[in-house]
């Protein structure tokens, strides 16, 4: 048995969590979020300073809450990559500070395989195989995952242009909603008439690639149409948000439906922090029903960054037996999702 103190510090969460054996022992978040809203988006030297100051009280926190001593620690895993560079490296100077203090191995992994292990402490094992829709602020991607501490995951389809909760974020700034962009949008649109505005279904038509996103369009749409009939309030805003998010998630849960029947998967895993959007909770639960396809959504709170989706990836690693990082390892900020962890030298990866 070894316990996992996972670091996650790629955007503007601090996440701290401990993990063994697949439970978790405890686990500690700080939020920069509220620094950035006057911006109106993240500022990466804002986050990395919050980081520095919030990643040593949050791993004192996660062991006070886990009863444990720092020398009970038995590997360390942090996000080595993609997110923002400065972040990065907060979290993983951290994390290599600790490897080497304690004299226990340290593991480098991608955010996103982190986002795909999320909620093995609350739901178990995952499937083996299955297919895996990420969709976070950076990414969208349809994946084939196999044994995700072992196996490379194969990209079915990513997004040409703009990640889904980029493209959330972006309309609710046209829309006159606060940061962040993503809740804000998902409560306006609570009472709204999805119906209501007849926006694009990027790439659902039949000649297009099945499992391929673009979603710059979509949010043009959106902002001629505010161009044409001013910001919309009340009820129209409700209406206009309800629509918009029915064309992404229309989107979305085809695709990922879709790649689930042609690939004769029976398992679906959607996660990332667009994941915690009702409605896309909603309509992957009917749709996925329909297709007799299992449907796996973490909790909404392990859906947008934390430390526990990193820790536990890490005790995934750790029970596979996976060969440990070199302590040089480099923060990747563009690092792609080809498996469980960063390699080590990133210049040397090709995409
Ligand atoms: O995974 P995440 O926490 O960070 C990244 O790795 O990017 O995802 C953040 C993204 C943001 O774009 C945010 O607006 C979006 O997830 N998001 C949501 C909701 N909650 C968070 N988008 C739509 N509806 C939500 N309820
Ligand atoms: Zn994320």
Redesign the pocket.
């Known amino acids: 048995m070894s316990v996992v103190l996972g670091i996650e510090t790629?955007?503007d969460?601090t996440g701290v969590a401990l993990v063994c054996d697949g439970v978790l022992l405890g686990d500690a978040l700080a939020s920069s979020m509220r620094s950035h809203a006057r911006y109106g988006g993240v500022v990466p030297e804002i986050a990395a300073r919050a980081h520095v100051d919030a990643l040593v009280p949050c791993v004192a926190q996660a062991l006070t809450a886990a009863g444990l001593d720092v020398t009970e620690v038995g590997a360390v895993a942090v996000t080595a990559g993609p997110?923002l560079a400065t972040a990065l490296q907060t979290g993983l100077a951290a994390a290599k500070a600790y490897a080497l203090a304690l004299g226990v191995p340290l593991y480098g992994v991608h955010?996103l395989a982190g986002?795909l292990a999320a909620d093995v402490v609350d739901a178990g094992p995952l499937p083996n195989p299955l297919v895996a829709l990420i969709v976070?602020?950076?990414?969208t991607s349809l994946l084939l995952v196999g044994d995700l501490a072992r196996d490379p995951i194969v990209h079915l389809g990513d997004t040409l242009d703009d990640?889904a909760?980029?493209c959330?974020?972006k309309v609710a700034r046209v829309l006159g909603l606060p940061y962040?962009?993503?809740?804000a949008?998902?409560w306006a649109a609570r009472e709204g008439d999805a119906g209501a505005v007849a926006f694009p279904r990027p790439l659902l038509g039949r000649a297009d690639a099945p499992y391929t996103f673009s979603f710059s369009g979509l949010k043009t749409a959106v902002a001629r149409w505010a161009e044409r009939h001013g910001a919309p309030v009340g009820a129209r805003l409700a209406d206009v948000a309800a629509s918009f998010q029915e064309a992404v998630v229309d989107v979305l849960t085809a695709k990922a439906v879709r790649a689930c029947v042609d690939h004769g998967a029976r398992d679906l895993l959607v996660v990332?922090?667009?994941a915690?959007?009702?409605r896309?909770r909603a309509l992957a639960a009917r749709r996925c029903e329909a297709a007799g396809v299992r449907l796996r959504v973490p909790a909404?709170r392990r859906?947008?960054?934390n430390g526990v989706m990193i820790a536990a990836l890490g005790d995934l690693l750790v029970h596979a037996g996976a060969p440990a990082s070199a302590l040089d390892l480099s923060a990747n900020p563009a690092a792609f999702l080809r498996g469980a962890m960063l390699d080590s030298d990133p210049v040397a990866s090709p995409r």
């Open positions: 790629s955007c969460e997110g955010h986002h976070s602020g950076g990414h990640a909760g980029e959330f974020d962040s962009g993503g809740p949008l998902d990332g922090g667009v915690a959007n009702s896309l909404p859906c947008t960054d």
